[in-house]
């Protein structure tokens, strides 16, 4: 991946300054210089016009768009925000007509920035200052009150908060009251930019001492640059917040986001005052000091899936190699490639204007549709159908182009859309909430065409991550998601209480396999493989079906790139790419099972005779709901679970098969079918004792108020229990229903006996 860059043409020769550009649109570019003229810029072109000419002592010196929050332009059109060496900002509309100037600082205003959400703006000056405005003009605060220049200031994601410049060091200070700002030394010389990632939320700063450094949104150091042979003069993010542009004196550098360098251009630019992205992230506008506007625009992107290599090799063009015959397919479009994935043997490519589908197995004729809006935010690909989100629009579509329904859900807010928080499946999506960061939208993609039949899972911390797994039919389907705290949960959407199962702690990043339902984690800063995660309910089986590597060459923060087949790709902290083989038994062991294949998977397992792939088919035996007990036995007896082979072999004595198939479900773990099992048969007293014996006590109170029987054994069960552990109650329902509730030992005693011998004379 780098920049291609192009030098655009001045319509004078007069080697006079650029201060400052921004984006208009993804197509026209604005920048103003020192002679105070407002330019438009074509970015097909290269060419200018001019927009308009301002006071003579106005010197522009920093520059921004109005946000675009949910595609609205708002009542005034597209409004953009200037600021000014004389101490004043202006409001501009796009025809250069100021609609307002303000008097804001003593001194030149060095930062002008809208908030995220478009709804206010900040001001930073030479006075040290940095006040907080309504859209209109007006003052709401002043925040700070430095006693250093600044250079650089920045809202946070959630516009809660500001980072700015103070010196050599970089202050985060919280717009509540009475809250202690967080500040630490971030360079050793003059901090000159900073910018903080909508997307990702993590800061750059660049300064004096010619480097970049890349930090959390708490501080901490994540990457120092290599020195600079200039200071670092300009920094921005990239709306996906996984990329970002440093300039420097005729140096353009462009990083990912973790912070190791992909590309660095030499431009005849001068120093690079201003950086701007557009909106789509696929170009790159900069404001030079010897009188030119650059675009830069990312070429050589790569998509790889099994065997295909797709590369952006040109601007409206991208290369598809098949590196098993080392063929090449050169696809020209008629305008710029804007995204492009190739998944599932489906190469799927957007430009401003259209959609291109194509097939591996016939990449001359593609499938093509209009885009809507002509601006896509967001595209997912699953094995069936994709997901492409536009500025006001979501549609899902089949591989022919053909819309198959729109999805919607709660406080939608598709400005807000980040890829970690969104995740399809062939039969289910998973989003999650723009206002409560808790919780998670699951839309049922097999309904009505509307698409709205919809789900909501909460929980107890905001989710940083989350996917669903790409495998197996929909009542099977596993949700993963990254809290917070970096526990990793996976979830059972279709499951009736939505239990959370914990897979681990202190994980980075994860990713499902594309086809096969394994999960894949960084933890700790080892790789660590679940091939079986559904057996979470249970420690020791989890770790029998797992992988742990662990290897010096995975480095400092290592993060998974992808996982297909039996690969896991991780990106090192330095950039570089390491594949990581795990075993491919597993996935042979879950393909046969999905085909109902138990005595093939049976014969692998003694073939092999490996203890991860007696554990893994021990697992999904218990939890199928096919005939399975006999395969589970064996399977358990090989790696020496002897207490689950007697279960097994006492399952097999029970009587009644829905018995059988309770237990069987308890042993897999899923307690809310075995409960569902003997209650649809009648057995109101087993399914009131299993939870008994799982110490569930308040579901086994419900199920005998809900079906009004039993009611006095759980209350005489729950004293005996309390009295063992020398306890008093604490539930207040068992409270309340002691004193109502006659309780007759020897009855009940008697009473569990009949229920007892009722089930084995079944």
């Not at 209650?679 to 086994?700: E, K």
Request: proline share 4%; hydrophobic share 40%; glycine share 6%.
């Amino acid at each position: 991946m780098r920049f291609k860059v192009t030098l655009g043409q001045k319509l004078d020769q007069q080697s006079v300054p650029v201060t400052c550009v921004g984006w208009s649109n993804t197509e026209e570019v604005y920048s103003i210089s020192d002679d105070n003229q407002i330019l438009s810029w074509s970015v097909s072109t290269n060419q200018p016009t001019k927009i308009a000419q301002m006071d003579k002592e106005v010197f522009a010196t920093d520059m921004q768009f109005l946000p675009r929050v949910g595609g609205s332009l708002g009542k005034h059109g597209d409004l953009f925000l200037v600021t000014s060496a004389d101490g004043k900002f202006h409001i501009i509309n796009r025809s250069g007509r100021i609609e307002r100037s303000i008097e804001a600082h003593k001194g030149a205003i060095l930062v002008g920035q809208w908030g995220n959400d478009g709804t206010g703006l900040l001001t930073a000056g030479e006075d040290g200052l940095i006040k907080i405005w309504s859209k209109s003009g007006m003052l709401r605060s002043t925040v700070v009150n430095s006693d250093s220049s600044v250079y650089g200031a920045c809202w946070s994601p959630d516009s809660q908060s500001i980072a700015y410049t103070n010196g050599t060091c970089v202050v985060i200070k919280q717009l509540a009251p009475n809250t202690k700002p967080l500040k630490w030394k971030a360079h050793d010389g003059l901090v000159l930019c900073l910018a903080w990632s909508v997307a990702s939320n993590v800061i750059v700063s660049g300064g004096e001492d010619c480097k970049y450094r890349v930090w959390d949104f708490q501080g901490r150091p994540v990457f120092s640059s290599v020195h600079h042979s200039h200071p670092i003069t300009s920094i921005a993010w990239a709306p996906t917040g996984d990329l970002f542009a440093v300039g420097s004196f005729n140096t353009l550098r462009l990083c990912d986001y973790s912070g190791w360098s992909r590309a660095l251009e030499k431009p005849q630019s001068g120093s690079v005052y201003k950086l701007a992205w557009s909106n789509d992230g696929s170009q790159l506008a900069g404001a030079c000091a010897n009188g030119n506007v650059f675009f830069a625009h990312i070429i050589e992107r790569h998509s790889h899936y099994l065997n295909f290599s797709a590369t952006v090799s040109e601007r409206k063009m991208v290369t598809v190699k098949n590196i098993l015959d080392d063929t090449s397919e050169y696809l020209e479009l008629p305008e710029r490639v804007i995204q492009m994935i190739i998944r599932y043997n489906n190469l799927v490519i957007t430009t401003p204007g259209q959609c291109y589908i194509y097939s591996s197995s016939n990449w001359n004729t593609p499938f093509i549709f209009d885009l809507k809006d002509g601006a896509v935010i967001h595209l997912e690909l699953a094995e069936k159908h994709m997901l492409l989100i536009e500025k006001n629009t979501v549609g899902l579509y089949n591989y022919q182009g053909k819309m198959i329904s729109q999805p919607k859900w709660p406080n939608m807010r598709l400005d807000s859309i980040k890829a970690p928080l969104i995740s399809l499946s062939n039969d289910l999506l998973a989003v999650r909430d723009a206002n409560d960061q808790k919780s998670i939208h699951l839309v049922d993609l097999t309904g009505n065409r509307n698409a709205n039949d919809q789900t909501t899972i909460q929980h107890t911390l905001p989710i940083l991550q989350l996917s669903l797994d790409q495998h197996g039919p929909v009542l099977n389907r596993l949700l993963a998601l990254l809290d917070k705290s970096r526990d990793l949960f996976i979830v059972p959407v279709k499951s009736s209480n939505k239990t959370f199962m914990k897979l681990g702690r202190k994980v980075d990043s994860f990713k499902w396999n594309a086809t096969i339902n394994i999960l894949a984690a960084i933890q700790d800063a080892q790789l660590i493989v679940w091939y079986c995660p559904t057996a979470a309910f249970n420690s020791k089986l989890l770790h029998l079906c797992s992988m742990q590597y662990e290897s010096n060459e995975l480095g400092k923060n290592p993060r998974i790139s992808d996982f297909v087949g039996s690969s896991v790709s991780i990106r090192r902290a330095d950039g570089s790419l390491i594949n990581v083989p795990v075993s491919p038994f597993p996935q042979l062991i879950h393909k046969k099972i999905h085909d109902n294949k138990w005595t093939e998977a049976l014969d692998l397992c003694r073939s092999v005779n490996i203890e991860m792939v007696w554990a893994c088919l021990a697992v999904l035996a218990t939890q199928s709901n096919s005939e399975t007990v006999d395969i589970a036995e064996e399977a358990f007896a090989n790696i020496n679970h002897y207490e689950k082979v007697y279960y097994i072999q006492y399952i097999k004595s029970l009587p009644s098969k829905p018995e059988q198939k309770a237990h069987m479900a308890l042993l897999g773990g899923k307690t809310d079918e075995a409960e569902s099992i003997l209650l649809h048969n009648g057995m109101v007293f087993q399914a009131i004792y299993i939870n008994i014996n799982m110490h569930n006590w308040t579901r086994a109170l419900d199920l005998a108020l809900k079906h009004k029987a039993h009611v006095d054994t759980v209350l005489y069960l729950r004293e005996k229990y309390l009295e063992t552990l020398g306890k008093p109650e604490n539930n207040n329902k068992y409270i309340s229903l002691r004193e109502t509730t006659t309780i007759d030992p020897e009855k009940i005693e008697q009473k569990i006996a009949a229920e007892q011998k009722r089930k084995l004379s079944h």
